[in-house]
């Protein structure tokens, strides 16, 4: 059993336990608006729910400007929160953490959980939180005094935005928060570019690919040789192109297979574990197109604005496509799809993967996302 999968089996069978004796407590109705000094919000996994969650809580700034909200996170989607300045304060769920969590016992007048069905999430949010507000699910369902059903027909942006609906605010955002940079850091990162092509960035077009996945499902992939196809046809197309392969450290040996198959290397360069992070937010801003895999630096890419196309198969678009932008899709051409309902916990191991990639992924063609121009 793999780690995420461990962790998953503690969270049903543990928090299960603690869920049941938590729901024999009475939980606090709301307190009226102007009596909210503190607000929490939970959000604990990915980088790309952390940014989908972002228009909520900047609407709920708008609401209550005079209360702090803090944002109980991890070590791993912490960086998005302290590129907002709608954040006062951002509190870890990490071990080396936990004593000064107990001493938080209900210190929130409002605690909102954005994880659709952790019950850990559940449990924090309870603990913490004098009034809470989560997406009904299970047994965590009966932690929270006002509990929301989870729509899996719109978009998660919305979803999120649901979740303010007990304190009377409706809200449905037009586009993603973007992350905010220095002009500092983008200086450094064009400058960067610029030492990296040889030239100044006017003279060129960048394309930006991100080939890589979450380990969660990393079937979500589409077939390495497709994109190598994709960055040649770019390339011969248009010789100001210059395609750069984004990543982290780890994906950094995915990238170099990739440039392998294209033929003409001179114009692809492989970004992965080269910016940082502030870095890579200001990538997008220089950024012509970026096409990537379903995961987080997609909706980063979106969130700053910049033309994105997401390539989609176990999961569905509709609810975690690239918000106001193009998504790919063909898994409703296969009865399995989507393999992936994230709100009911559910990643079903793939019977229908080769070489890596599940077989909807390896549907989408070379040529449909050239066309997406």
């Given at each position: 059993?793999?780690?995420?999968?461990?962790?998953?089996?503690?969270?049903?069978?543990?928090?299960?336990?603690?869920?049941?004796?938590?729901?024999?407590?009475?939980?606090?109705?709301?307190?009226?608006?102007?009596?909210?000094?503190?607000?929490?919000?939970?959000?604990?996994?990915?980088?790309?729910?952390?940014?989908?969650?972002?228009?909520?809580?900047?609407?709920?700034?708008?609401?209550?400007?005079?209360?702090?909200?803090?944002?109980?996170?991890?070590?791993?989607?912490?960086?998005?929160?302290?590129?907002?300045?709608?954040?006062?304060?951002?509190?870890?769920?990490?071990?080396?953490?936990?004593?000064?969590?107990?001493?938080?016992?209900?210190?929130?007048?409002?605690?909102?959980?954005?994880?659709?069905?952790?019950?850990?999430?559940?449990?924090?949010?309870?603990?913490?939180?004098?009034?809470?507000?989560?997406?009904?699910?299970?047994?965590?369902?009966?932690?929270?005094?006002?509990?929301?059903?989870?729509?899996?027909?719109?978009?998660?942006?919305?979803?999120?935005?649901?979740?303010?609906?007990?304190?009377?605010?409706?809200?449905?955002?037009?586009?993603?928060?973007?992350?905010?940079?220095?002009?500092?850091?983008?200086?450094?990162?064009?400058?960067?570019?610029?030492?990296?092509?040889?030239?100044?960035?006017?003279?060129?077009?960048?394309?930006?690919?991100?080939?890589?996945?979450?380990?969660?499902?990393?079937?979500?992939?589409?077939?390495?040789?497709?994109?190598?196809?994709?960055?040649?046809?770019?390339?011969?197309?248009?010789?100001?192109?210059?395609?750069?392969?984004?990543?982290?450290?780890?994906?950094?040996?995915?990238?170099?297979?990739?440039?392998?198959?294209?033929?003409?290397?001179?114009?692809?360069?492989?970004?992965?574990?080269?910016?940082?992070?502030?870095?890579?937010?200001?990538?997008?801003?220089?950024?012509?197109?970026?096409?990537?895999?379903?995961?987080?630096?997609?909706?980063?890419?979106?969130?700053?604005?910049?033309?994105?196309?997401?390539?989609?198969?176990?999961?569905?678009?509709?609810?975690?496509?690239?918000?106001?932008?193009?998504?790919?899709?063909?898994?409703?051409?296969?009865?399995?799809s989507p393999c992936i309902n994230i709100h009911k916990g559910k990643f079903v191991k793939c019977k229908r993967i080769k070489n890596g990639c599940?077989?909807?992924?390896?549907?989408?063609?070379?040529?449909?996302?050239?066309?997406?121009?």
């Amino acid at each position: 059993m793999d780690k995420v999968a461990f962790q998953r089996s503690a969270d049903r069978f543990f928090g299960g336990l603690l869920c049941g004796f938590y729901s024999l407590k009475k939980s606090r109705h709301l307190p009226k608006k102007d009596q909210v000094r503190d607000i929490l919000i939970v959000r604990l996994w990915t980088l790309g729910e952390s940014i989908l969650t972002l228009p909520m809580i900047e609407r709920l700034r708008k609401e209550f400007p005079n209360a702090k909200i803090t944002i109980l996170a991890r070590n791993r989607n912490k960086e998005i929160f302290k590129h907002v300045d709608f954040v006062d304060d951002i509190l870890l769920f990490e071990r080396e953490n936990f004593t000064n969590l107990a001493k938080l016992h209900q210190h929130y007048d409002i605690a909102i959980d954005t994880e659709p069905y952790l019950r850990i999430s559940g449990l924090l949010t309870r603990f913490l939180g004098k009034a809470q507000v989560g997406f009904d699910h299970g047994l965590r369902g009966r932690l929270y005094g006002e509990k929301i059903a989870y729509n899996d027909q719109q978009h998660a942006v919305l979803t999120f935005c649901d979740l303010l609906r007990p304190l009377r605010i409706d809200y449905k955002p037009e586009k993603l928060t973007p992350l905010k940079v220095t002009d500092e850091v983008l200086k450094n990162c064009k400058n960067k570019l610029e030492s990296l092509f040889g030239c100044e960035l006017h003279e060129v077009r960048i394309i930006g690919i991100h080939a890589g996945t979450a380990e969660s499902a990393k079937y979500r992939a589409w077939p390495k040789e497709n994109f190598a196809k994709l960055i040649q046809k770019l390339i011969i197309r248009d010789k100001t192109i210059r395609v750069v392969l984004t990543g982290s450290k780890g994906e950094h040996q995915t990238n170099e297979e990739i440039m392998n198959m294209v033929e003409d290397k001179k114009h692809v360069f492989n970004l992965a574990g080269v910016l940082s992070f502030e870095e890579f937010i200001s990538l997008f801003s220089y950024i012509d197109r970026f096409v990537s895999n379903d995961t987080g630096p997609m909706h980063l890419a979106a969130a700053q604005g910049c033309k994105t196309i997401g390539l989609f198969g176990p999961n569905l678009p509709l609810r975690f496509g690239p918000y106001g932008q193009t998504a790919i899709y063909h898994g409703d051409k296969l009865p399995c799809s989507p393999c992936i309902n994230i709100h009911k916990g559910k990643f079903v191991k793939c019977k229908r993967i080769k070489n890596g990639c599940a077989e909807c992924m390896r549907m989408i063609e070379v040529e449909e996302v050239d066309g997406r121009r």
